[in-house]
């Protein structure tokens, strides 16, 4: 069975956000990251190159694939922030969101000046708590 390449690592969240090019996008991972430690209580950890995550989750699927991956998390892409950890599951409020697009399972936003940032919290808080009651093992 293929390894998730996506782990913990010893990259400084700090050093990511700060080499992030785009000042507005720089600043809006900066804003992500405080409301996202707000929110878990827990320091932000580098997962792989790209995604800022917070806290451990340990999921197993029907097939039996099974890995860890962060209980919410995001990263700031070229083009637009990416949110990770469920916070599509809940349709009311993301159309109370503002501007944003959804894909399968990743919530996507382009400038955090575009959403409601207490909804937003909202959302990583739901997030947070309904990974904190399916984690396994962590």
């Not at 050093?15 to 996008?25: I, S, T, Y």
């Not at 804003?31 to 995604?51: D, F, N, Y």
């Not at 991956?69 to 990770?84: D, H, K, N, T, W």
């Not at 009311?92 to 944003?100: D, F, I, Q, S, V």
């Amino acid at each position: 069975m293929a390894e998730n390449k996506t782990k913990p690592t010893s990259v400084s969240v700090d050093a990511f956000l700060d080499a992030v090019p785009d000042p507005l996008r720089r600043a809006d991972g900066k804003a992500l990251r405080a409301l996202m430690e707000r929110v878990s209580g827990e320091p932000g950890t580098m997962w792989g190159p790209s995604i800022v995550g917070f806290g451990h989750h340990h999921y197993v699927y029907e097939s039996g694939r099974e890995g860890d991956m962060p209980r919410i998390g995001f990263s700031p892409r070229a083009s637009e922030l990416v949110l990770y950890g469920g916070f599509l599951r809940i349709p009311e409020r993301l159309a109370r969101l503002g501007k944003h697009r959804a894909g399968k399972g990743c919530l996507y936003i382009r400038r955090l000046a575009d959403v409601d940032m207490e909804e937003l919290e909202a959302m990583a808080a739901e997030a947070w708590a309904e990974k904190r009651e399916t984690s396994q093992g962590c």
